[in-house]
C-alpha cells in the first residue's frame, strides 16, 4: 500500500488548496454531508493511544488519524480509504498534515473574525504550530511585524522565521505581546494562563491551539469574559476536551458565546470582526481536518504519478 512520508506531503501541499479542502468539509459536514468521531483516548501509564475519524463524501474520502503520546511526545500515521467503494488507498504521516490544518483552520476562522488590515501577528509558543501559523497568517494578511515569545526562543530561530515568512520578527514577552497583536496564537504546552486577557487590544482576535486537555488552558477568564464569540471546531469534542473553555467561570458565559466552525464559515470575510470586541478561535483539532487534507494530498499524489507515466510514456 502506498505510504506518505511528511517529507512528500510538505511537498504536496500549499496554504490555499488546505484552505479551500478544509472550508468545504466543514461546510459539508454542518449540512450533515459528512461525519465524523470524537476523539477516544486509551492510557496505560505513560504511554496513550489516540483515535479520531471521519467520513467525506464529497471528497470521496474516509478514513482515521492514530496516534500515541509518550512521555509528551507525539507519533501519529493516518489510515485513507475511499468513501465509495472502501478500498484502502493510502497510509500517511500525519505530523506534516497536523501542522498545516491546524495553522489553515485557524487562518479560516480569522478571516472572518480578526481585522482584515491586522498588522501585527504575536505568536506564544514557537514550536510545529507557531511556526506552521506564523507562515500562513503571513501569506494571509498583510502584516507588518511578528512577535514571538518561547521558552526557547532566540535571535537564529527569530531570523530563520523572518526569511521565510518575509515580515520583521521580533521577541517579546508574553504580556508585552499580548498587549500590541492584532491576531494572537496561543501554540504552547502551557497549562495556565499565559498572559492577562485584561491587556488585550479591542477587535484582537486569538486562535488558542496549544491544547486539547480538560486540565491545561493558555486562556484566563479575563479573555474568554471579554470574548463576544468564542469559535470551536465542533461543540460536542470541544467542550468535553479544552481546558481553556471547562476550567472558565461561570460568569465567563462561554454556552451563550459558542458558535461552531461551520456555522462561522458561512459568514462573508470580515463579517465577524467586532472592532470593540474580542474574537477567541478555541482549536482542539477534529477528524474532518486530518481526512480532509490526506484525501487532498492522496489526489495530488495520484495526478502527480500519472503525469510521470504519461511523459514515460512517450
Known amino acids: 500500500m502506498l505510504h506518505l512520508t511528511d517529507q512528500q506531503l510538505h511537498e504536496l501541499l500549499d496554504a490555499p488548496a488546505v484552505q479551500e479542502v478544509l472550508e468545504q468539509a466543514f461546510i459539508e459536514f454542518g449540512q450533515g454531508q459528512a461525519a465524523q468521531q470524537r ?3 486509551t492510557q496505560v501509564g505513560d504511554t496513550r493511544l489516540s483515535t479520531l475519524g471521519a467520513v467525506i463524501p464529497g471528497q470521496q474520502v474516509a478514513g482515521a488519524k492514530i496516534y500515541t503520546t509518550v512521555h509528551g511526545a507525539f507519533n501519529f500515521v493516518i489510515v485513507l480509504f475511499d468513501a465509495l467503494s472502501g478500498q484502502a488507498l493510502a497510509t500517511l504521516d500525519a505530523g506534516a498534515i497536523t501542522q498545516w490544518r491546524t495553522a489553515a483552520c485557524s487562518v479560516l476562522a480569522a478571516q472572518r473574525g480578526a481585522n482584515p488590515h491586522s498588522q501585527t501577528l504575536g505568536v506564544l509558543g514557537l514550536g510545529a504550530q507557531g511556526m506552521a501559523h506564523a507562515l500562513q ?3 494571509t494578511f498583510d502584516l507588518q511585524r511578528v512577535l514571538v515569545w518561547s521558552p526557547n526562543v532566540d535571535e537564529k530561530r527569530c531570523h530563520q522565521l523572518e526569511l521565510e515568512c518575509g515580515v520583521p520578527v521580533r521577541a517579546a ?3 508585552e505581546i499580548a498587549a500590541q497583536a492584532d491576531i494572537l496564537v496561543t501554540a504552547s ?7 492577562d486577557g ?3 487590544k479591542p477587535g484582537c482576535f486569538v486562535a488558542a491551539v496549544g491544547s486539547s486537555l480538560p486540565t491545561a488552558r493558555e486562556l484566563d477568564d479575563a ?5 463576544g464569540k468564542i469559535v ?3 461543540g460536542e469534542q470541544t467542550l468535553s476536551e479544552a481546558g481553556d473553555l471547562i476550567l472558565a467561570a461561570p460568569d465567563c458565559g462561554v454556552s451563550g458565546k459558542l458558535c461552531e466552525l461551520s456555522d462561522w464559515l458561512q459568514l462573508d470575510r470580515g463579517q465577524g470582526y467586532d472592532a470593540q470586541g474580542i474574537c477567541v478561535y478555541k482549536s482542539v483539532g477534529v ?3 486530518d481526512i480532509a487534507v490526506a484525501g487532498l494530498a492522496y489526489r495530488r499524489h495520484q495526478l502527480g504519478k500519472t503525469a510521470q507515466e504519461a511523459l514515460a510514456a512517450h
Open 39 to 41: 476523539r477516544v483516548r
Open 189 to 195: 504546552r502551557s497549562r495556565d494562563p499565559l498572559f
Open 232 to 234: 470551536v471546531e465542533w
Open 223 to 227: 479573555c474568554l469574559q471579554r470574548a
Open 173 to 175: 514577552r508574553a504580556e
Open 287 to 289: 477528524a474532518i481536518e
Open 198 to 200: 485584561r491587556s488585550l
Open 137 to 139: 497568517f503571513c501569506q
